[in-house]
């Protein structure tokens, strides 16, 4: 009986050793050393220590990581000097320091730490931090050095992003250079204290993205959470001292485990691991969209996310004329002339990312700041300094306001602000001045009534609607991940709620078929209408890959884009779920003989300039960069009001990628709308995109497809047809019969020379998505198209399908290639 707990010992041992070579323990002492193959494991298993090779590099760096799988790396001792071999070691000198020596000894990177310790001990904390200390002194806080000190590209609960006053030291997250290099890359997260305390994301000494100002509870600029994750996470806290300056962050409580990541490209990535999935899922990225990008509008510019374009002056503020296209972002805006103080007064700006430059007094209290900021001329803008229990301190603008956007609705950020605006500006305005007299002060505290009784009633009714709401959601029986951290994630739908809905996919609910599968209509127990495309062969491999593009692609939200509403993988289902579209696609009604005359000329023009707003997102505002590589009018969808969204974007198409690598290289797209260097070099970029909406343009003008287009007395193509008649100057000629007589002339006439500028044969001719929307949405003079590409007919005259998708029985020239049915 005695010889049994010793044999299950050695049992354990060899059945560990098989699994991995680890040192066992959390802690080095002097003269013990690890090799490559043996690490050190934190006491609770969490983070391990040890010798790595990442991506597809063969170096070996000592780094630190949590020991999930997959891998995740948080800290490189040795990240500007690899080691070449499997013959590295770590170990504590005599003289207490932390060496890594390789092969021939030599030393490849040390701690360096100044004192001289014969009592050292290294250990692997729980935190992630590895700290060297003296094993004499009690006091567990004193280290000689510690890892947190020096971090890498990730930022873990309790390490200090900042400075320390005294000695000027500085902790900061650099990037790597990329998935197989840790060297330090271009972007670099730092807590700027130079003009002012914010965090920035920088290149260089260029700021890409800051944070705005710290408002008592956070950075005003910073989403706390995404709007799926109505739960906090963490708590962020900004620490000032005489000795210190720094942010840090814990956990919300110890079930939580986040990570805040400097991904290679500049972008912040908040992770928070899932412990039943064994994953970790991001719950925001920084960047968010490109209103976030650093002074993206210029001065005295608000930057808004959901207009178009989405630069506008601030009231009191009108833009410089401008005559340079294709930067529509270098403009200024200049303020209107006005008397000061006697003319001006406040007007109340929500839910803003505040401006850079500002001069703050912690003491004053808002009515003091705003009289310390009418008094004098050059003050523009003044807010609280922190918001805390109804706000206090005081914040003043003094010069051009640079970098203020408003926060989108559903984001928990931004804060007031009050800028200062000609009198004339403030009519119709919650907010006034004091220096206005009495009885405007009157009006105003009617108002003040008035609003708060509405404001009332709006929680009322917006409470009872949430209730209902509630109901509603719970309702829908099959959605899974009801507990309250079900919104961090894309809903997962179980195949039998999805089975359910579409009549177990019946072919009577069979909107389409496309490339990658067919689409189903459908209708969830609490009669919510979807579109169901359901995927047809993926590869095993393919599906972590699908399922991180599902995430990703969830996060793309605008009006103009169909919503990803979640998926279903189960077995060999692959199902993606989609909202429905009861109007179909836009190619149903403009190619259309009788549905035609539905889309008057306003309601082509909307969908002209959703479509651009829609792919204006994908190209720069969602920071995806998606190409779309197949805009057409039956991937633009119309919903219920007739709102265009774009469809089939980037999902179904990484999918495709990754299916036909080994294949061919297939030029996915459709004939007719493909720019030339993409169907004849494979060349794509947003200006592929650009032409392909300038074929969109001039059909949805002319109500005739580009490629099944056939004029009595040429080859022309659509294109080449506008391009004869706007040479001939009878560009009018082009406008479907149907809507000459609804129509804006000019307008019309405007949208044919967009779309000619858009199909230039060179992509370097062709505008960007902004200017086109600046274009679109203005009067200025445009600049004359040249001779556009692709006039003629191709030979191959299939008429409009997918060259990707195998060949569809055609009935007639008219013919759907992809029915996206949503
Ligand atoms: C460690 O060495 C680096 C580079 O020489 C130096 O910048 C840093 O201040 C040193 N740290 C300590 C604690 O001596
Ligand atoms: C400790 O020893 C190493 C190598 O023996 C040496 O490089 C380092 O400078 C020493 N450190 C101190 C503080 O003496
Ligand atoms: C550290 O101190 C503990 C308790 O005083 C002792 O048991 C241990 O052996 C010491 N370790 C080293 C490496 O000195
Ligand atoms: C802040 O405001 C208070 C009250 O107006 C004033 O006494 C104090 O001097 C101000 N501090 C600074 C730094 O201007
Ligand atoms: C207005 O404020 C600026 C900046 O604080 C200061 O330089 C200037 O003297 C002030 N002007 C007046 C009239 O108080
Ligand atoms: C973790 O993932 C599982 C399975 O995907 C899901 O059911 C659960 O809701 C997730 N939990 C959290 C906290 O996200």
């Known amino acids: 009986m005695k010889c049994l707990p010793v ?201 890409e993205v800051r944070s705005g100002p710290w408002n008592g509870q956070q950075f005003v600029g910073i989403p706390m959470f995404f709007p799926r994750l109505k739960n906090k996470v963490y708590i962020p806290m900004l620490v000032r001292t005489e000795d210190e300056a720094y942010y840090t962050y814990k956990p919300i409580n110890d079930k939580v485990i986040p990570r805040l990541y400097l991904d290679q490209s500049g972008k912040l990535q908040r992770f928070v691991w899932n412990q039943t999935s064994s994953e970790w899922r991001m719950s925001y990225s920084w960047p968010f969209d490109a209103c976030d990008n650093y002074a993206q509008c210029g001065a005295n510019s608000n930057c808004r996310i959901s207009k178009t374009p989405i630069c506008e002056c601030l009231a009191g503020f009108i833009s410089k004329p401008q005559d340079d296209w294709d930067s529509p972002y270098s403009r200024r805006c ?60 005081c914040l003043m603008w003094f010069g051009d306001l640079i970098d203020i956007r408003e926060c989108t609705e559903e984001f928990s950020w931004g804060q007031d602000i009050f800028i200062r605006v000609p009198a004339a500006d403030l009519e119709s305005t919650q907010y006034s001045s004091k220096h206005s007299n009495k009885k405007k002060r009157l009006k105003i505290i009617v108002a003040m009534s008035i609003i708060s009784g509405m404001l009332i009633l709006g929680l009322l009714l917006g409470m009872a609607w949430k209730k209902a709401k509630n109901k509603g959601y719970n309702k829908r029986t099959g959605q899974e991940n009801e507990d309250q951290n079900e919104d961090l994630e894309l809903p997962l739908f179980k195949l039998a709620t999805i089975a359910n809905a579409t009549g177990n996919f019946s072919i009577n609910n069979k909107l389409g078929e496309g490339g990658f599968g067919l689409v189903y209509k459908g209708t969830l127990a609490d009669g919510q209408e979807i579109a169901v495309k359901r995927l047809s062969k993926i590869s095993e491999q393919g599906l972590k890959e ?137 060349q794509f970029s947003v200006k592929s995109d650009v032409f392909s909406f300038g074929v969109l343009l001039l059909e949805i003008v002319s109500g005739k497809r580009n490629r099944g287009f056939y004029h009595s007395d040429n080859k022309l193509n659509l294109i080449g047809h506008a391009w004869k008649l706007w040479n001939k100057g009878m560009p009018s000629q082009l406008i479907d019969a149907c809507i000459q007589d609804s129509c804006n002339f000019a307008e019309v006439i405007r949208c044919i020379h967009i779309g000619l500028l858009c199909v230039q044969q060179h992509p370097e001719d062709r505008p960007c998505m902004p200017s086109v929307i600046l274009m679109l949405g203005s009067e200025t003079v445009l600049s004359q198209p040249k001779q556009p590409g692709y006039l003629a007919h191709r030979k191959c005259t299939r008429p409009d399908s997918s060259s990707s998708m195998p060949e569809s029985s055609s009935t007639n020239t008219i013919m759907i290639s992809e029915l996206e049915g949503r």
């Open 7 to 207: 044999f299950n010992f050695f049992y354990l041992l060899s059945f560990i050793s098989v699994i991995e070579l680890s040192f066992g323990g959390d802690t080095i002492t002097i003269g013990q050393s690890i090799s490559d193959g043996e690490t050190l494991v934190s006491s609770s298993l969490r983070f391990e220590l040890g010798f790595f090779s990442p991506g597809n590099s063969n170096n070996r760096y000592l780094g630190i990581w949590y020991k999930s799988s997959p891998r995740t790396v948080v800290w490189v001792a040795n990240r500007y000097k690899p080691i070449t071999d499997k013959n590295g070691v770590l170990t504590l000198s005599n003289n207490g320091s932390i060496l890594l020596l390789n092969q021939e000894r030599s030393t490849i990177w040390s701690s360096n730490s100044s004192r001289v310790l014969e009592t050292a001990v290294v250990r692997l904390l729980d935190s992630g931090n590895l700290v060297l200390r003296d094993n004499v002194s009690r006091s567990s806080d004193e280290y000689m050095w510690q890892s947190f000190d020096y971090p890498s590209d990730t930022l873990l609960p309790g390490m200090k992003l900042g400075w320390n006053l005294r000695t000027r030291f500085e902790r900061y997250l650099t990037a790597w250079r990329n998935a197989d290099d840790p060297t330090p890359g271009e972007f670099s997260f730092r807590f700027d204290i130079s003009t002012m305390a914010e965090l920035v994301t920088v290149t260089g000494s260029k700021i």
């Open 334 to 393: 200049d303020r209107k002339p006005s008397d000061c103080p006697s003319g001006e007064g406040f007007l109340k700006l929500q839910r803003m990312k505040l401006p850079e430059n500002y001069w703050s007094n912690k003491s004053m209290n808002l009515k003091e700041c705003e009289a310390e900021c009418i008094r004098n001329c050059s003050c523009r803008a003044y807010a609280n300094s922190d918001i805390t229990g109804g706000g206090s301190g």
């Open 546 to 682: 699908l399922k991180n593009e599902v995430i990703l692609f969830s996060k793309l939200q605008h009006r103009n884009l169909v919503k990803l509403l979640g998926c279903c993988i189960q077995g060999e289902e692959k199902l993606l779920i989609y909202e429905f579209m009861p109007n179909k696609s836009l190619d149903s009604f403009i190619f259309d003989q009788t549905r035609r005359t539905l889309l008057d000329w306003s309601k082509r023009f909307n969908i002209i300039c959703g479509t651009a707003r829609g792919l204006l997102y994908l190209h720069q505002d969602s920071r995806l960069r998606i190409i779309h590589r197949d805009l057409k009018a039956s991937n633009v969808l119309l919903d219920q009001d007739m709102n265009p969204k774009i469809s089939d974007f980037g999902l179904a198409r990484t999918f495709a990628r990754d299916e036909t690598e080994g294949n061919t290289n297939r030029v996915v797209g459709t004939y007719g709308y493909m720019a030339p260097e993409y169907a004849s070099d494979g």
